[in-house]
């Protein structure tokens, strides 16, 4: 493990701060701030720097050259996800290109490559996620949304739940059973879903931050065609798992977290009876330490990924610790602010202009989205440790 960057990332950091130092003013864009982000303006901010990075290349950026990509290392693009989350850049994590894309690239038709491929690299698309259910969220083999086959279509009846950005989205990616007889990893068939077809709803999801980025989404009697459907019949859960790894090994949660942990440090130096407590000090560096660890097991999956092996447990071992971290940083958030943590945005009494009470009200949810602490534990615990499964 090279702890240092190469000359070419360590050229490429310097270009990416470079261009956030330019192009990124101040706004309720930050995804730091772990806001809601679908005001008029933040939406439209967001589309057109997405459009820049587009431009740039950057947004598929590790995409294959033959499919338009930049064939860009695993580690090339950690330092690019590291850099864009530390300056809390809105679209750098794009569903499209870091979920659909690849499935389409892997398993696609050479038509269905040219009707969606194009137009998520010039980030003209929005993607979504349709996989968690209302019984099948950690146990996602368990949905039970139906696709039966009618002619050149599926119908699609069933319920998808915790789907972020559903609202806004074009497209989603979809699973759907199409064999309830089947062993519940067999029957499930994976689609490209038109966001517009008639008998698509969607329901925005009010959390704790008072915040409606995820939805419910209601199929409806929705017929899809058939040319929708990627890969053999059946075989969608296959191709759900080459997604769901390279969901877990992103380095994002950690960065945008440490970010939060600098500014609850430089507020702490200016405050001095805050400064002057032994245990506030100790708190902040036992978490600046964390999440250096979380940081280099983050560039541990990267660095097996460019080796060609497949880091599934060391994927959950880094979703686990980064997750977990997340929760804790706004615990610790609570602990060294007291009660002027709980002073909400966009109030001028709130500390970190709220973010810290922002992360709190956040933390349950990072342990649960992108796959639950416990099952990515059992991961670690079955495939890592090779423990029984009983």
């Known amino acids: 493990m090279n702890f240092h960057d190469s000359p070419e990332h360590a050229a490429f ?78 679209g750098a994590y794009d569903q499209g290109v870091w979920l659909a894309g ?22 003209d698309v929005q993607w979504c996620q349709l996989f968690s259910e209302p019984g099948a969220g950690s146990d996602l083999a368990s949905l039970q949304t139906r696709a039966v086959r009618d002619g050149d279509e599926y119908i699609l009846n069933g319920q998808k739940i915790w789907t972020s950005g559903a609202v806004g989205s074009d497209w989603g990616i979809l699973l759907a059973r199409t064999d309830a007889e089947a062993p519940k990893h067999r029957g499930i068939t994976y689609f490209m879903l038109d966001m517009r077809l008639p008998g698509v709803s969607i ?40 997604t769901l790894d390279q969901e877990r090994s992103s380095i994002n949660r950690i960065v ?60 959950s071992i880094s979703k686990v610790f980064g997750s977990e971290l997340q929760r804790q ?13 709980q002073v909400e945005p966009p109030s001028p009494w709130a500390p970190l202009q709220g973010r810290v009470e922002r992360w709190a009200l956040a933390g349950p949810s990072y342990t649960i989205a992108g796959g639950t602490s416990e099952v990515n534990r059992n991961i670690i615990a079955t495939r890592g440790l090779g423990l029984p499964r009983d």
């Not at 405050?271 to 280099?296: D, S």
């Open 256 to 315: 945008m977290s440490r970010s939060t942990l600098y500014g609850l440090v430089d507020y702490v130096r200016d405050q001095p009876g805050l400064r002057a407590r032994a245990e506030v000090r100790h708190e902040l560096a036992e978490r600046a330490l964390e999440f250096e660890i979380g940081r280099w097991l983050c560039y541990r999956v990267a660095q097996m990924q460019g080796e060609g092996k497949v880091p599934n447990y060391e994927a």
């Open 13 to 90: 950091r310097a270009e990416l701060r470079a261009f956030l130092g330019q192009e990124l003013p101040a706004g309720d864009w930050d995804m730091r701030n772990d806001r809601d982000h679908v005001s008029p303006e933040a939406a439209a901010f967001t589309s057109r720097f997405r459009k820049k990075l587009a431009e740039r290349g950057w947004l598929t950026m590790g995409w294959p050259k033959e499919f338009g990509g930049a064939g860009a290392s695993y580690m090339t693009q950690t330092v690019y996800m590291e850099e864009m989350s530390s300056a809390g850049a809105p």
């Open 329 to 341: 940083m706004g615990i610790t958030g609570m602990r060294v602010l007291g009660m002027a943590a």
């Open 102 to 123: 690849p499935a389409v690239m892997m398993h696609g038709t050479p038509e269905q490559q040219e009707r969606w491929l194009p137009a998520m690299r010039t980030a």
């Open 203 to 242: 329901r925005p999801l009010v959390n704790m931050l008072g915040s409606e980025h995820f939805c419910e989404v209601f199929l409806d009697e929705v017929r899809v065609p058939a040319d929708c459907r990627v890969g053999e019949e059946n075989r969608g859960w296959y191709i759900a798992t080459t």
